[in-house]
């Protein structure tokens, strides 16, 4: 498990976060509805070559969950640039999924945010998106939140399974189903799932066009969620270089291909580092 022991008030929501490694910045953003330890399996084998910057999104994981909180990407990127700020980071390396990558996208377009690279793969970032069970919850919000726990947990099992391709296994099914347990967590599960809107996104899409950084874009061949016919559009929006599939992948590719992204990420470094000019 990836510690956390740091903790920033960003729009008046405590933000938790940790840091790990050596070398030049590189940020993990994670997505929905998970926390940091997606990157569990990822950033161990990236902190001989980069400090890794990590951090749980506003009402996710061991960040502050509360009543009445914005836990919407209307928030996330602002949480990005204060984190970003607070670090005193300068062009970092940014690693980002699903929610991620829309907060990375939203960071660079709106809040004038700057990367040495970007790495993102299925990204919540191009019309139309949300699936009808996140239609459903938005109706019906108090519903969900009210639930017995016994529903809820079925519910929020078998939601997290439809992320992956492959069976996740008990530990990596715990590690995502804790921060949504108990009245405080199950309501901050349906919250941020209530505060899913589109529009955060038909923001920037017009906005979308090559980054001032090269930019690798992955998929999951599987992914049930977002289908792989998005992640070669978002490819040829932001990147000159074609979209990398990811075999026996779904959405949630840490659990099913963590080699893959360890593998994208480590090229980059490499290319940016034969690329870059003699000192």
């Known amino acids: 498990m990836l510690d956390l022991p740091n903790s920033t008030l960003v729009a008046g929501s405590r933000v938790r976060w940790g840091r790990i490694g050596t070398g030049p910045p590189l940020v993990a953003i994670h997505g929905t509805p998970f926390s940091s330890q997606v990157w569990r399996r990822i950033v161990p084998h990236l902190a001989d070559r980069r400090t890794v910057y990590y951090f749980d999104l506003v009402g996710y994981g061991l960040s502050e969950m509360r009543e009445g909180q914005d836990v919407s990407l209307g928030i996330q990127n602002r949480v990005l640039a204060a984190l970003i700020a607070e670090w005193g980071l300068s062009r970092p390396d940014v690693l980002a999924h699903d929610f991620g990558g829309a907060t990375a996208l939203r960071s660079y377009y709106l809040d004038g945010l700057r990367y040495a690279s970007l790495t ?8 139309p998106w949300g699936s009808p069970f996140v239609q459903h919850v938005r109706a019906h919000e108090t519903a969900f939140a009210g639930m ?3 529903m809820h947990q079925a519910l929020l099992r078998a939601y997290l399974q439809t992320a992956a391709h492959n069976p ?3 530990e990596a099914m715990g590690v995502y189903c804790a921060p949504w347990l108990g009245p405080v967590g ?4 349906y919250r941020q799932i209530a505060q899913m809107d589109q529009r955060f996104t038909d923001e920037v899409e017009p906005l979308y066009g090559r980054l001032d950084c090269p930019v690798s874009v992955l998929w999951g061949e599987n992914d049930a969620w977002i289908p792989v016919a998005k992640g070669r559009a978002l490819a040829a929006l932001l990147s000159g270089d074609a979209l990398q599939p990811v075999a026996n992948a779904g959405h949630l590719v840490q659990e099913d291909a963590p080699e893959a992204i360890v593998a994208a990420v480590l090229r980059r470094i490499d290319h940016k580092h034969r690329a870059a000019p003699p000192a």
């Open 168 to 170: 996740l296994s008990e």
């Open 120 to 127: 993102i793969f299925d990204a919540v970032a191009l019309a």
């Open 148 to 150: 017995p726990d016994y």
């Open 186 to 189: 199950q309501a901050a599960f």
